[in-house]
Each structure stands twice: as C-alpha cells, then as structure tokens.
C-alpha cells in the first residue's frame, strides 16, 4: 500500500507489474543496493581526484544515511524478509561488506593525508561501527518519531557517524 501510494498508483497496478510482495521487496532491495554501490564509487572516485578530507567524508555519510532512510522498510524487518527470501541476504551483505570497504579506505587515506591519526586495525573498527551506525540510523530515525523533518534528522544522524572518525583528529595514534 506503501509503495502503491508513493508511486501515486493503485495496489492493483502495482501488483499487475509485480506477482507478489517478495518480487517487489526483492526489485527494491536490489535498487537500494545499485544506489548504493554508485555512491560509494562516487566517494571513491571523488577521493581519487580531490583527495580524502573530511568533509568529503561528511558528505557521502549523509548521502549513505539518506539512502538507508529511503529503504528503512528493508532495515526495518531484515531477519525476517532473509527468512522469507534467502537471495536478499546477498543484498544486505554486499551493501555492508561495500560499505565498510570504501569507508576503510577513505579512512587510510585520511590517515596517509595526516588528517586523521589511527592504527590499521582501530580504523577497521571504525569503518565497522560506521557501517553499523548508517543502518541502525535507518531504524532509529524512524523509531524517534517527528522530531523535525526528515532531512534535520538525517544531518543529525550523518553528525552523530562522524563523530567516528572526528574522533581521531590529531593527538597521537590511538
């Protein structure tokens, strides 16, 4: 209904297109994933070119957290929707291991650029527990209720990630 609704169609339309629930959850799982996929060798490419800094950083997070906000329906219910449809694991895996890839790498970068100061295994860490948080947002922003509109709530979101790596600003290697 959702989904009908937001496309401005009817259920039935939807449906025509689609034989079931599974189908249209497993054709949105596998768009949230392209997206994804192409923000994130987006971030790469940017990084690439210009440099990592951590603005760009603060960027791509708050893009990465508005997408989980589009697809908090598949965050929302994940346990079950791999129960029921095994293939969309593959999904969330591939999202995760991506996610945490690149941002380990943007990590090294700002490292090698002097930005930030951390051992190999600490921004490992880091990128792990950032990946987490990008998905847990996609619940949480949903969870805390209208607290200001959507896109507040996802710079606050985008905030609270960054303060990850911010942490390593200077002072040393944790």
């Known amino acids: 209904m959702d989904i009908a609704s937001a496309l401005g169609i009817s259920p039935g339309h939807l449906y025509y297109h689609f034989k079931g629930r599974a189908e249209i959850v497993a054709a949105l799982a596998q768009a949230y994933r392209a997206e994804i996929d192409m923000v994130l ?8 070119a210009d440099g990592a800094s951590l603005e760009t950083l603060w960027t791509y997070i708050h893009i990465l957290i508005e997408e989980a906000w589009d697809a908090r329906f598949l965050y929302r219910e994940a ?16 999202v995760a291991t991506r996610q945490r890839t690149t941002l380990a790498a943007v990590l090294t970068e700002l490292r090698q ?14 990128s792990r527990l950032m990946t987490t948080g990008i998905g847990f947002h996609a619940i949480e922003l949903e969870l805390e209720g209208d607290t200001g509109p959507p896109r507040e709530r996802i710079a606050r979101a985008a905030a609270q990630v ?8 200077g002072g040393g290697r944790p």
């Open 41 to 48: 060798d987006a971030l790469t490419d940017t990084v690439r």
């Open 79 to 94: 346990a079950a929707l791999v129960m029921r449809s095994p293939e969309l694991a593959g999904v969330f895996r591939h």
């Open 113 to 126: 650029a002097g930005a930030i100061a951390a051992s190999p295994e600490v921004l490992d860490g880091v």
């Open 162 to 169: 960054m303060l990850l790596p911010a942490a390593l600003i």
